[in-house]
């Protein structure tokens, strides 16, 4: 077999476009979306457009303002995100509009860190102390020494602001704590990672296959459209997953998997699908790589070997195997998200892409649909030399040459500024994340966070990390501010427009206006743009006017582009070293991992113990909207820790019980026990992002329990991303 050689360089530049897809508008859409009507005019009513910000799918959204307050949310009908629709969370963006818990101006710390006392400070006074402190600390130490975390849209405000400082050491979380290990191996399976939208064509599928992807309570509303479509026209739907879900109330097919053990149910059904020869073969001879090496590394994981490691039965795995190849090519095995499960997840991965390969659905209706880029000459929002442009990937990524480049391991960027291992980083910058609740061990984000000697944090509430900062600067929602227009992509390219609704109801700025008056109370002259201006700018270069954002929200670009179907006599297209799919990894080979996917085996919890497992509430996300009033009231506060009758049993605990989690000594707020029989015994389950300390959150502090506290720390060798799930606690009655 030849071997393939390539550069790290050439990887990621050969991986990193993710596009839009090209669909027809399908009866359903119809149904539910269609043209933007246009409002008759009220005396005192206008309308403004926007992207929904409480989540992070960007459902376009349309804000009805009555004399000047908001008083509806209603979808945007034309926007690919969503279709005319927004969930609950959307709709509560109202109440987070004008919560009084919001941050309301500019904070200074005036007493001893988690002590609450802050004082008022004003914008000016605010970032003056800011850069003083930066420049006393670049000073001393370097400009390295700084780093920030950001998520959400206006997290390239302070990206920038710490490359202007000068800091290489900047992260986005959601590659470490959610899709990096996914993408990378996606990327080394079929050259191109999923990308945030997961380009999987459900609403045209005839199978799928969903290993712990939670669809219906992930809610990603376009998501959640195309699946519902799918269910209806009558895919057979096949859910994996240790807990009975909402998902699995929608399955034809449930298989309650013992916990860690899903790749060795896809390397049975692999090699029980190579054995019966029921593959695509016409795909795999012609478009995939290193089969014949593949079929031999997979023939000891048989059906009764995958059945005794997952506790799922013969004939359920062999079922699950048979519908998908019935249906092929027009199914898929979905890649997942917040693949941050037990530390190997690249790999498992790539035996996710191995199986999906062998259906042939690359790039056909009800598989894998075509991605399209969409690109245009964007202006800059600042200009400015980037000195670290080629330097390494922050502290400590050499030790994961396939991670991208200044983007991710926020997990491991977190363990260096605890143990100070590489150089001293003292400062830290936080944009719209949490990592007291983000990232795997409270207990080392506490070390780093009492190693920083400056933690600036950007917010809309005082969360758990705002509690402990230096300085909080109070962020105007998305419902009060203009941002950058964005490109976006699923089945087609589009560009989302945002637009303040109201002025900012307290003493708030957006998160561009922010880095702006810190980057000049530092003394750089780089030239930030004007928000508008970017977006004037940018419809020019699109041929489009602002008057049509501002009726519309949302520019669809490919809007009669026909949908890509697999009888258009094109061929697919991989970008890996082979030209093909990969079976046999050649990056993987090239920088000494294992070039074909084996199963890991996890630890099992010890006896008297249990493994924690943790996911959304369809009402909620992350750790950001536990205290919105309006969502509350869908689960009256109550924290529901789920555990199996029988173990329940045997600890004297009953349903609505009053519970704690325990782990080496150190005891969770108290929870609600949610006693079933649908959960596996050795698991208990707990939503995430409740159990905050701070003061600030009147409504949910110290209720439930934070999963940071319980979780594993791992790092996964490929992807650098974090692993989770190896987590074992105790439960006891509170």
């Given at each position: 077999?030849?071997?393939?050689?390539?550069?790290r360089?050439r990887?990621?530049?050969?991986?990193?476009?993710?596009?839009?897809?090209?669909?027809?508008?399908?009866?359903?859409?119809?149904?539910?979306?269609?043209?933007s009507?246009?409002?008759?005019?009220?005396?005192?009513?206008?309308f403004?457009?926007?992207?929904?910000?409480?989540?992070?799918?960007?459902?376009?959204?349309?804000?009805?303002?009555?004399?000047?307050?908001?008083?509806?949310l209603?979808?945007?009908?034309?926007?690919?995100?969503?279709?005319?629709?927004?969930?609950?969370?959307?709709?509560?963006?109202?109440?987070?509009?004008?919560?009084?818990?919001?941050l309301?101006?500019?904070?200074?710390r005036?007493?001893?860190?988690?002590?609450?006392?802050?004082?008022?400070?004003?914008?000016e006074?605010?970032?003056?102390?800011?850069?003083?402190?930066?420049?006393e600390?670049?000073e001393?130490?370097?400009?390295?020494?700084f780093?920030?975390?950001?998520?959400?849209s206006g997290?390239?405000?302070?990206v920038?602001?710490?490359e202007?400082?000068g800091?290489?050491?900047?992260c986005?979380?959601?590659y470490?704590?959610c899709?990096?290990s996914?993408?990378i191996?996606?990327?080394?399976?079929?050259?191109k990672?999923v990308?945030?939208?997961e380009?999987?064509?459900?609403?045209?599928?005839?199978?799928?296959m969903?290993?712990?992807?939670?669809?219906?309570?992930?809610?990603?509303?376009?998501?959640?459209?195309?699946?519902v479509?799918?269910?209806?026209?009558?895919?057979?739907?096949?859910?994996v997953?240790?807990?009975?879900?909402?998902?699995?109330?929608?399955?034809?097919?449930?298989?309650m998997i013992?916990?860690?053990?899903?790749?060795?149910?896809?390397?049975g059904?692999?090699?029980y699908i190579?054995?019966?020869?029921?593959?695509?073969k016409?795909?795999?001879?012609?478009?995939?790589?290193g089969?014949?090496q593949?079929?031999?590394?997979?023939?000891?994981?048989?059906?009764?070997?995958?059945s005794?490691?997952t506790?799922?039965?013969?004939?359920e795995?062999i079922?699950?195997?048979?519908?998908?190849?019935?249906?092929?090519?027009?199914?898929?095995?979905?890649?997942g998200?917040?693949?941050?499960?037990?530390?190997?997840?690249?790999?498992?991965?790539?035996?996710?892409?191995?199986?999906?390969?062998?259906?042939?659905?690359?790039?056909?209706?009800g598989?894998?649909?075509?991605?399209?880029?969409?690109k245009?000459?964007?202006?800059h929002?600042?200009?400015?030399?980037?000195?670290?442009?080629?330097?390494?990937?922050g502290?400590?990524?050499?030790?994961?040459?396939?991670?991208?480049?200044?983007?991710?391991?926020a997990?491991?960027?977190?363990?260096?500024?605890?143990?100070?291992?590489?150089y001293?980083?003292?400062?830290?910058?936080?944009?719209?994340?949490?990592?007291?609740?983000?990232?795997?061990?409270?207990?080392?984000?506490?070390?780093?966070?009492d190693?920083?000697?400056?933690?600036?944090?950007?917010?809309?509430?005082?969360?758990?990390t705002?509690w402990?900062?230096?300085?909080?600067?109070?962020?105007?929602?998305?419902?009060?501010?203009?941002d950058?227009?964005?490109?976006?992509?699923?089945r087609?390219?589009?560009?989302?427009?945002r637009?303040?609704?109201?002025?900012?109801?307290?003493?708030?700025?957006?998160?561009?206006?922010?880095?702006?008056?810190?980057?000049?109370a530092?003394?750089?002259?780089?030239?930030?743009?004007d928000?508008?201006?970017?977006?004037?700018?940018?419809?020019?270069?699109?041929?489009?006017?602002?008057?049509?954002?501002?009726?519309?929200?949302?520019?669809?670009?490919?809007?009669?582009?026909?949908y890509?179907?697999?009888?258009?006599?094109?061929?697919?297209s991989?970008?890996?070293?082979?030209?093909?799919?990969e079976?046999?990894?050649?990056?993987c080979?090239?920088?000494?991992?294992?070039?074909?996917?084996?199963?890991?085996?996890n630890?099992?919890?010890?006896?008297?113990?249990?493994r924690?497992?943790?996911?959304?509430?369809?009402?909620?996300?992350?750790?950001?909207?536990?205290?919105?009033?309006w969502?509350?009231?869908?689960?009256?506060?109550?924290?529901?820790?789920?555990?199996?009758?029988?173990?329940?049993?045997?600890?004297?605990?009953?349903?609505?019980?009053s519970?704690?989690?325990?782990?080496?000594?150190?005891?969770?707020?108290?929870?609600t026990?949610?006693?079933?029989?649908?959960?596996?015994?050795?698991?208990?389950?707990?939503?995430?992002?409740?159990g905050h300390?701070t003061?600030?959150?009147?409504?949910?502090?110290g209720k439930?329990a934070r999963?940071?506290d319980?979780?594993?720390?791992?790092?996964d060798?490929?992807?650098?991303?974090?692993?989770?799930?190896?987590?074992?606690?105790?439960?006891?009655?509170?």
């Open positions: 077999m030849t071997k393939c050689r390539i550069s360089r990887f990621i530049q050969g991986t990193a476009s993710v596009g839009a897809a090209l669909a027809s508008m399908s009866s359903f859409r119809l149904l539910t979306g269609g043209s009507a246009v409002a008759e005019p009220q005396q005192g009513v206008t403004a457009q926007n992207w929904c910000e409480m989540c992070f799918w960007k459902c376009g959204l349309t804000a009805k303002v009555v004399n000047g307050k908001v008083r509806k209603e979808g945007q009908p034309d926007c690919p995100s969503n279709y005319g629709k927004l969930c609950a969370k959307g709709n509560a963006g109202v109440f987070q509009l004008y919560d009084p818990d919001r309301k101006t500019p904070l200074i005036d007493g001893e860190r988690g002590s609450g006392k802050f004082r008022k400070a004003t914008w006074e605010a970032a003056a102390y800011v850069a003083q402190k930066v420049n600390l670049k001393k130490y370097g400009p390295e020494t780093s920030i975390f950001a998520h959400g997290e390239h405000s302070f920038e602001l710490v202007i400082i800091s290489p050491n900047y986005i979380p959601s470490a704590q899709t990096g996914r993408d191996g996606w990327a080394l399976s079929y050259g990672p990308g945030g939208k380009p999987v064509d459900s609403q045209n599928s005839k199978c799928m969903l290993l712990g992807r939670n669809i219906v309570e992930a809610l990603h509303v376009g998501e959640m459209q195309d699946f479509e799918g269910v209806a026209k009558g895919a057979h739907v096949i859910y997953d240790p807990r009975f879900t909402k998902t699995a109330a929608k399955a034809n097919q449930y298989m013992k916990p860690g053990t899903d790749s060795a149910l896809l390397l059904m692999i090699n190579i054995e019966k020869e029921i593959y695509n016409e795909f795999v001879e012609n478009y995939t790589y089969f014949d593949f079929k031999e590394h997979v023939a000891g994981y048989t059906v009764e070997w995958a005794k490691e506790e799922i039965p013969q004939e795995i079922k699950a195997a048979e519908k998908l190849c019935e249906a092929a090519p027009h199914c898929y095995i979905h890649p998200r917040r693949l941050t499960r037990y530390g190997n997840d690249t790999q498992f991965t790539r035996i996710v892409a191995c199986l999906n390969m062998l259906m042939g659905n690359w790039e056909v209706r598989g894998i649909y075509r991605t399209i880029g969409f245009y000459d964007a202006p929002m600042v200009h400015f030399d980037k000195p670290y442009a080629d330097r390494a990937d502290a400590g990524s050499e030790e994961f040459p396939l991670g991208p480049k200044n983007l991710g391991f997990n491991k960027l977190m363990e260096h500024i605890a143990n100070q291992d590489v001293p980083l003292k400062g830290m910058f936080v944009y719209g994340c949490n990592p007291l609740h983000h990232h795997g061990s409270t207990e080392m984000v506490k070390k780093a966070l190693n920083t000697e400056l933690l600036v944090t950007c917010e809309i509430y005082m969360t758990d705002a402990l900062s230096d300085v909080i600067f109070p962020e105007s929602t998305y419902l009060e501010r203009y950058p227009v964005i490109s976006t992509g699923r087609k390219g589009y560009i989302q427009f637009e303040p609704a109201v002025s900012p109801v307290f003493d708030t700025k957006g998160g561009w206006e922010i880095a702006k008056i810190l980057s000049g530092m003394g750089h002259e780089n030239e930030f743009l928000v508008q201006e970017f977006n004037r700018q940018a419809f020019e270069t699109l041929g489009i006017t602002e008057e049509y954002m501002k009726k519309h929200g949302v520019w669809v670009a490919n809007e009669n582009t026909p890509p179907v697999e009888d258009e006599g094109e061929e697919p991989f970008r890996t070293p082979s030209g093909k799919a079976f046999y990894s050649n990056i080979e090239h920088f000494s991992y294992p070039p074909m996917p084996s199963y890991e085996e630890p099992v919890p010890p006896e008297g113990e249990f924690l497992l943790f996911g959304r509430l369809s009402f909620h996300t992350h750790a950001r909207t536990q205290n919105n009033a969502l509350l009231a869908l689960h009256k506060s109550e924290v529901p820790l789920w555990i199996h009758t029988e173990k329940a049993k045997a600890l004297g605990i009953k349903d609505g019980m519970v704690r989690l325990v782990k080496e000594g150190f005891k969770s707020n108290p929870c026990a949610r006693v079933v029989d649908y959960i596996h015994p050795q698991a208990v389950f707990l939503p995430y992002g409740f300390e003061k600030g959150l009147t409504r949910i502090t439930g999963t940071s319980f979780t594993s720390n791992l790092t060798p490929i992807s650098g991303a974090a692993g989770f799930h190896n987590g074992f606690v105790k439960v006891e009655i509170a």
